[in-house]
């Protein structure tokens, strides 16, 4: 549970291993969002995480439920820019559900607030 002001967040973390992506969608279902964090520092695997987006996104339990993608560790050289983020996961033809998405470091804490008042109007 994470508290920011007057707003209470419950966050599962689920893992992104291949024997975990069955359970995902039963963690999703009746959220206020979805929270999909990638690695923007692996470019090699950008790949198998639009195939696992759309595949969860695809869920009849989950339509319409707001996207927030997370372009995780921008802290390190080379990682890759909000836009090849947007592209390689081919975010805008996702047209049933509000989309947005970040560059941010977890680690440093940048955009964090950004986040967190993206996440507080959604659920709004």
């Known amino acids: 549970m994470v508290r920011r002001n007057n707003i209470k967040?419950?966050?599962?973390d689920v893992a992104g291993q291949p024997r975990y992506r069955n359970l995902w969608e039963r963690y999703c279902k009746g959220s206020d969002a979805i929270i999909f964090v990638i690695d923007s520092h692996d470019k090699e695997h950008l790949a198998d995480a639009k195939f696992e987006l759309h595949n969860l996104l695809g869920e009849k339990g989950l339509v319409g439920i707001?996207?927030?993608?997370?372009?995780?560790?921008?802290?390190l050289p080379g990682h890759a820019p909000i836009e090849?983020?947007?592209?390689?996961?081919?975010?805008?033809t996702i047209t049933n559900r509000p989309v947005?998405?970040?560059?941010?470091?977890?680690?440093?804490?940048?955009?964090?607030?950004?986040v967190i008042k993206w996440l507080t109007k959604i659920a709004s």
Do not use: E, T
């Open 100 to 114: 947005s998405c970040y560059s941010c470091s977890m680690k440093s804490q940048h955009n964090l607030d950004v």
């Open 9 to 12: 967040l419950k966050i599962w």
């Open 66 to 75: 707001p996207l927030l993608v997370l372009g995780n560790k921008n802290d």
């Open 84 to 92: 090849k983020i947007i592209s390689d996961l081919s975010l805008d």
